[in-house]
């Protein structure tokens, strides 16, 4: 294998790694609220919801973590990974 | 129906952690394909303004003393500040990238803010060594904005400055009206909430 094919092949590779990180960033995000709802279940008050008050319904940490993760991964990541890949094929 | 301090904190936490994460992916795929798409561009500036204006109304109906007044509207100031300037170099109407030290800035004064304005020992409740916490994270943190500045093509003091958003997020997450933090409680805090 010539030098200039193996140091184009660790490119694409260090590339697609960018990709993948990008990628994992929103469902690493999930993952922890959904730990933490594991962690902290009395935090979750839909699973208890009798006789909370609003702000206990609305805001819950663990939810708003999943959440968050959600919107990064569903809006924000699929076009950064479109246009990471679009700018690594035109070089 | 006012919300509890805690609930405030971790709708902003929510907030810090979405800018976090972008600055994140920035870092990673470089600035000529985060700004790619122009709604991209401004997206966590336009967060970090939205949470600066934001903070107003948290100043006026969160106030149980002046130097908490004083702390939440330096909060709002700067993080406008920073969020606009950030805003006005994507959008070209700022040219001196120098406008990038309001980051820094913002840093500054607001871990210097919550410094100053916790009245209380580290172990007093977690509230208490949550502001110290935050406040020494944020004052030392500004080094990774300061260094953007001047590096700004450096990925490992671009990842420091989004993980510092991240970090932020998880300290305001861990916020509680009145909490133990390490098994210590003051007795003065007042009656653990849940």
């Given at each position: 294998m010539?030098?200039?094919l193996?140091?184009?092949?660790?490119?694409?590779?260090?590339?697609?790694a960018?990709?993948?990180?990008?990628?994992?960033?929103?469902?690493?995000?999930?993952?922890?609220?959904?730990?933490w709802?594991?962690l902290?279940?009395?935090r979750?008050?839909?699973?208890?919801?009798?006789g909370?008050?609003?702000w206990?319904?609305?805001?819950?940490?663990?939810?708003?973590v999943?959440?968050?993760?959600?919107?990064?991964?569903?809006?924000?990541?699929p076009?950064?990974?479109?246009d990471l890949?679009?700018?690594?094929?035109?070089? | 129906?006012?919300p509890?301090?805690e609930f405030?904190?971790w709708?902003f936490?929510?907030?810090v952690?979405?800018?976090?994460?972008?600055l994140?992916?920035?870092?990673?795929v470089g600035?000529?394909?985060?700004?790619?798409r122009?709604w991209?561009?401004?997206?966590w500036?336009?967060?970090?303004?939205?949470?600066?204006?934001?903070?107003w109304?948290?100043?006026?109906f969160?106030?149980n003393?002046?130097?908490?007044?004083?702390?939440?509207?330096?909060?709002a100031?700067?993080?406008?500040?920073a969020g606009?300037?950030?805003?006005g170099?994507?959008?070209?109407?700022?040219?001196?990238?120098?406008?990038?030290?309001?980051?820094?800035?913002?840093?500054f004064?607001?871990?210097?803010?919550?410094?100053?304005?916790?009245?209380?020992s580290w172990?007093?409740?977690?509230?208490a060594?949550?502001?110290?916490l935050?406040?020494?994270t944020?004052v030392?943190?500004?080094?990774?904005?300061?260094?953007?500045?001047?590096?700004?093509?450096?990925?490992?003091?671009?990842?420091?400055?989004?993980?510092?958003?991240?970090v932020?997020?998880?300290?305001?997450y861990?916020?509680?009206?009145?909490a133990?933090?390490f098994?210590?409680l003051?007795?003065?805090?007042?009656?653990?909430?849940?």
């Amino acid at each position: 294998m010539s030098t200039q094919l193996a140091t184009e092949r660790a490119a694409v590779r260090r590339r697609s790694a960018r990709a993948h990180t990008v990628y994992a960033l929103g469902p690493a995000t999930m993952l922890g609220g959904v730990l933490w709802a594991f962690l902290q279940p009395y935090r979750v008050t839909l699973l208890h919801p009798r006789g909370q008050g609003f702000w206990w319904l609305a805001i819950e940490p663990p939810l708003l973590v999943i959440l968050a993760g959600i919107v990064f991964a569903f809006l924000v990541a699929p076009g950064v990974i479109e246009d990471l890949e679009a700018a690594e094929a035109e070089g | 129906m006012q919300p509890a301090a805690e609930f405030v904190h971790w709708m902003f936490a929510t907030g810090v952690l979405l800018v976090g994460l972008c600055l994140l992916a920035q870092a990673i795929v470089g600035d000529d394909v985060w700004r790619r798409r122009a709604w991209r561009a401004y997206l966590w500036p336009g967060l970090a303004f939205a949470m600066g204006v934001l903070m107003w109304p948290v100043m006026v109906f969160f106030t149980n003393s002046t130097v908490h007044m004083l702390a939440h509207g330096s909060w709002a100031q700067v993080l406008m500040l920073a969020g606009a300037a950030e805003l006005g170099l994507v959008r070209g109407k700022l040219h001196s990238p120098y406008w990038r030290l309001t980051m820094p800035l913002m840093f500054f004064v607001s871990g210097s803010a919550f410094l100053i304005h916790e009245q209380n020992s580290w172990f007093f409740a977690r509230a208490a060594f949550l502001h110290h916490l935050i406040g020494w994270t944020l004052v030392f943190g500004s080094i990774f904005p300061l260094l953007v500045v001047f590096r700004p093509r450096s990925a490992v003091w671009r990842t420091g400055f989004a993980l510092v958003f991240v970090v932020l997020s998880v300290m305001l997450y861990s916020d509680r009206d009145t909490a133990p933090i390490f098994g210590h409680l003051s007795p003065e805090a007042g009656a653990q909430h849940r």
